[in-house]
């Protein structure tokens, strides 16, 4: 059965480990005639549960979209923005906390169908901090890419707004984290309002450049669109992931001619292609050496990159593409007192350089004082265990994951130059203890450390959502920036400049992890791990 599709990653279990492979499969957009663009801007009511209680919410939802198109011809949403209007009620469970700015991150489930086949695509956004007003509403925008569409099949392609779920990062006013660091709202259509949550339709004819046009597609305000099924989502669910191609076909493909689309499935309807996949199997982007030397059955390995935000300079830099090495444990079924059934599985793990526990050098370049173009070259050196605590709560349908990377980095100084002249900071400039975040469980994990937190969820029988380890995806967290020392020559010391310019509390870090190839078994997933056995996806960073 031929229809729309998104292109979410696959999952499946292995033994008592949780496994999943990926692979990335390119876009082959038909040669179609160029469309003119329908702009929507449309409000739509929307229930949120807070910490206080249920509360009305208004969502308004912005986005560019072809007129029309053709089969096989890529569809990409532009200029997406996602507004939620916070009510008087949400502002006061931030004030409680002594929040004075926060920064929010969305996930809006869209629904997508076509001639009676449906599926499901995940538009992520996120924002910079904004101030808490002392009452009354709050307006939080997010903006981000978002997967672009193909179908093969004629007909109306009927989007619709879903379930969103909106992660906050509130601060308290010196910049730190509030206790607790963060708040998830999961909200839904409103079941009672008129008309559902229709985006847009756009029709879908066959045809090529010359052919007749269709007809304009219809707004918002017309005809309503099949409305999702009401009820609250699970907070917290990041980006859909993208689902294997089979290695031995070109470009990613089934192998079955099917016209100009890639990894058709039966039966499945609407699917959605990664914005970022970088390309089929054996196309690996430039990458460090990430090899096992003496590899166990529990062995994996993946590439990591990201960015981390320095809240004085207001700026961030990419986390480098850098290799680490995991060593998966055993997973163990526990069943809690409240009677909650969970899969836990710790795993540890570290970066591997040249031999050394680091990520490669990389360069970040901020205005200092907010006028001198500075440029530093950095590394972050591993300085203690990692350590990758996955919790998968059992329930039917959904299985809910929650994973905690936790890693002592010390950021190390190689080099300076400000207005483009080099600065010698000697061979011993760094951080004075390693990167710290907030610690949920102190006690246990004590310290200073990085935390990360990657959320997901595995539907039965179906796709995964979010982050997994074994198949990767985004893991964020806060971090504060400790003081500089050693930094400098012949006693002169910059200790204080680069301390009054980078340390501070407050700076969000989004870090994309790969899919893992599982270099230590028999018969390793080739679709996931290069002839040496490395891994084969090369992840790109993420705001």
Known sequence: MRGLRPFPRSFRARGAALAAFVALAPLLPAAVAAAETLKVDTALPYVCVLPSGRQPVTVRITAAF?????????????????????????????????????????????????????????????????GVPAEGPLALTTTGDVPSLTTDTAGDLVLTAGNLALDLAPSTADGAATTPPSLSLACAP???????????????????????PSPP???????????????????????????????DAPNGTSGTPTGPRTDQREDRGPRAADADAPGAPGARPAAPPCVTEKPTPMSLSAYITGYSNVR?????????????LIEQGQAEFVVRPDGSMHLLTPSE???????????????????TFGFAPTTATLVLEQTGPMTVDSDV???????????????????RVLGVEVNGT????????????????????PAKYPGDHLVLLGKGRLINGT????????????????????AFKGCGTKGESLDRLLTASISGPGNHVKQIQGQTCNVGVEEPTMENCTEDLQPRQVPRPER
């Open 66 to 130: 072809p007129e029309r198109a053709a089969t096989g011809e890529e569809i990409r949403p532009a200029d997406v923005t996602t507004t939620v209007e916070l009510p008087a009620a949400a502002v006061a469970d931030l004030t409680a906390l002594g929040a004075v700015t926060v920064r929010a991150e969305s996930r809006l489930t869209v629904g997508m169908v076509q001639n009676e086949r449906r599926a499901e695509a995940t538009w992520s956004g996120t924002a910079q901090p904004v």
């Open 190 to 212: 409103d079941p009672d309002a008129e008309g559902g949550t229709p985006l847009v339709t756009i029709p879908v004819a066959t045809g090529a450049p010359g052919t007749e």
């Open 217 to 247: 597609p219809t707004s918002p305000t017309g005809p309503s669109s099949p409305a999702p099924s009401p009820g609250l989502p699970l907070p917290s669910l990041p980006p859909d992931r993208t689902s294997p191609a089979r290695p």
């Open 312 to 324: 004085k300079l207001n700026g961030a830099n990419i986390i480098p593409v850098s290799c680490v």
């Open 349 to 367: 793990g570290f970066l591997s350089y040249q031999g050394r526990k680091e990520t490669p050098p990389f360069k970040a370049t901020f205005l």
């Open 393 to 411: 709560l059992l329930v039917f349908p959904d299985n809910i994951s929650e994973t905690y990377v936790r890693v002592p980095l010390v950021l």
């Open 422 to 441: 080099p600065l010698d900071v000697g061979p011993s400039c760094r951080t004075e203890k390693p990167l710290t975040s907030h610690e949920p469980d």
């Open 463 to 482: 796709d995964a959502v979010g982050y997994l380890l074994s198949s990767g995806g985004p893991l964020t967290g806060e971090v504060t920036i400790p």
